[in-house]
């Protein structure tokens, strides 16, 4: 599972406006074509709900926030906060679970793509969307 951010209307909007900004795969084999928008980041959920907890925004697998909100968000916090030491479990029946973890340029990397993304849904006055 994974939480997609994007920009309200985002696609839409490149579809209209610059659509040469999308990168496209072929389709072969059988797969459809693939298509990569711009100004979209997509987070592993728990990645994703630790970024949450760190900006300090109300977490849920879907939402909204105004992009000022985020970049204030993103500008005021340490990327250090959301680093995180990996674990390797084994539950009750045996199950294994495995938490590889993130390193803080692993989190300043997610951040700058946030904060790239906010920055761009602050120019077209849309919102930043999750989901």
Do not use: K
């Amino acid at each position: 599972m994974s939480i997609t951010f994007s920009i309200e209307n985002g696609r839409e909007y490149v579809d209209a406006n610059c659509p040469e900004l999308i990168e496209v795969e072929p389709a072969e084999d059988g797969y459809p074509e693939f298509r990569e928008y711009p100004y979209e980041a997509n987070f592993a959920n728990g990645n994703a709900y630790s970024l949450f907890a760190i900006l300090a925004v109300e977490a849920d697998y879907c939402g909204s926030i105004e992009p000022q909100a985020l970049i204030g968000a993103l500008q005021s916090t340490p990327a250090e906060w959301g680093s995180r030491a990996g674990s390797d479990t084994r539950g009750e029946g045996g199950a294994r679970l495995i938490d590889c973890g993130t390193s803080t340029e692993m989190v300043a990397r997610r951040m700058r793509a946030l904060l790239e993304i906010a920055v761009e849904a602050r120019r077209r006055g849309e919102l930043v969307t999750w989901g």
